[in-house]
C-alpha cells in the first residue's frame, strides 16, 4: 500500500521561500520503472491543480507554466519527494498535495483523478 505524508508548509512573506517534503512508502523512487509522483495544489474554492511532476523512470520533471523558474521538483531517489518554492507570491496560497501513480507517466498537465494515491496536503500562505 502507497502512503504519502506532506510536511513543510507554513505562513511566509511573498518572495520568501519553502521547502515541501512528501516522505513516501510503499512505492520506489529512483528506479527505471513506471509510475510517477506529483505536486498539486488546491486553493480556497478552486480546482485542485497539478504544479510539478517528476517520472520515476529517469527522473524527468515537468511545471506548470506559473511556478517555472521559481519551484524545483526533486527526489533523494529513496523515500522523499521535494518541492522548493522560491519567490513565493499571494497567488501560491493553497493546500499543496504529494500524489503517485504507479503505471503512468507525467504530461505537461496533468487531472487529479490520473493519480491513484494522496497525501493529506500541508498548507503554504502567504499573507
Known amino acids: 500500500q502507497v502512503h504519502l505524508v506532506e510536511s513543510g508548509g507554513g505562513l511566509v512573506q511573498p518572495g520568501g521561500s519553502l521547502r515541501l517534503s512528501c516522505a513516501v512508502s510503499g512505492f520506489a523512487l529512483g528506479v527505471r520503472e513506471r509510475g510517477s509522483i506529483a505536486w498539486f495544489r488546491q486553493a480556497p474554492g478552486e480546482a485542485r491543480d497539478q504544479v510539478a511532476c517528476i517520472n520515476r523512470w529517469d527522473g524527468t520533471a515537468w511545471y506548470v507554466n506559473p511556478v517555472k523558474g521559481r519551484f524545483v521538483v526533486s527526489s533523494d531517489n529513496t523515500t522523499n519527494m521535494y518541492l522548493q518554492m522560491d519567490n513565493l507570491q499571494v497567488e501560491d496560497t493553497a493546500i499543496y498535495y504529494c500524489?503517485?501513480?504507479?503505471?503512468?507517466?507525467?504530461?505537461?498537465?496533468?487531472?487529479?483523478?490520473?493519480?491513484?494515491?494522496w497525501g493529506q496536503g500541508t498548507q503554504v500562505t502567504e499573507p
Open positions: 500524489a503517485a501513480d504507479l503505471l503512468t507517466y507525467c504530461t505537461a498537465y496533468d487531472l487529479p483523478n490520473r493519480f491513484e494515491f
